[in-house]
């Protein structure tokens, strides 16, 4: 159908080991406030949120993310530690830290946010890019929790590349559909 939408974003895969080591860990977590966790089979970190873009738009997207995947080389990246944004005692976002390949990271997502813009006229990112991965989200107002109650000890991961996603906003959470995978080889 002419005029139909997708919801689009840009993500790291993470190994299965690792999403259920997370989900586990925040089980832990004391916290005043309804969080809604992000479920085991949805963790990932997000390279770039695209919005709602035209169906038709899809295959210049995808030509876009071929040019970015050849300019990067594969690197390690490792996960540790507890945060929030804006921060751990009013939370809108619980997130797991990146202690390795941030740079990297920093670099994939700036290449994207320049490369879709460029060749797709998507809106340039104006927020500063931190790699995070979302952990939960308030279900209603802010939580509060405090960094240290728990332990998130380092895990390393490599990144190989990184996914075209499409989500689809259900009453029951968030479904994503990876539309396609592109491999780093620069
Ligand atoms: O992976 P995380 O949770 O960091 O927050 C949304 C999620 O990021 C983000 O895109 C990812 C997949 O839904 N997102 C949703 N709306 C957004 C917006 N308007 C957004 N990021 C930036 N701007």
Redesign the pocket.
């Known amino acids: 159908r002419p005029g139909t939408r997708v919801?689009l974003?840009v993500?790291v895969a993470l190994p299965q080991k690792l999403r259920e080591f997370l989900r586990q860990a925040v089980r832990e977590l004391p916290h005043r406030g309804r969080v809604r966790w992000?479920k085991p089979e949805n963790l990932?970190?997000?390279l770039k949120?695209l919005?709602e873009v035209p169906e038709g738009s899809l295959e210049e997207v995808a030509a876009a993310l071929e040019e970015v995947r050849r300019r990067h080389a594969p690197f390690e990246a490792a996960v540790s530690g507890l945060g929030a944004f804006p921060a751990p005692r009013r939370a809108r976002?619980v997130?797991a830290g990146i202690s390795e390949g941030a740079g990297p990271l920093a670099a994939l997502a700036a290449d994207l946010d320049e490369t879709l813009h460029r060749r797709t006229g998507l809106e340039r990112?104006q927020?500063e890019y931190r790699a995070?991965?979302?952990l939960g989200?308030p279900a209603g107002r802010p939580v509060s929790f405090d960094p240290e109650a728990i332990s998130i000890p380092e895990r390393r991961f490599r990144v190989e590349g990184f996914d075209l996603?499409r989500?689809v906003l259900k009453p029951g959470g968030?479904v994503?559909t990876p539309l396609g995978s592109f491999a780093l080889e620069g």
């Open positions: 919801r974003f993500a992000t990932h970190l997000t949120f919005g976002v997130w990112e927020r995070h991965i979302t989200r996603m989500s968030p994503y």
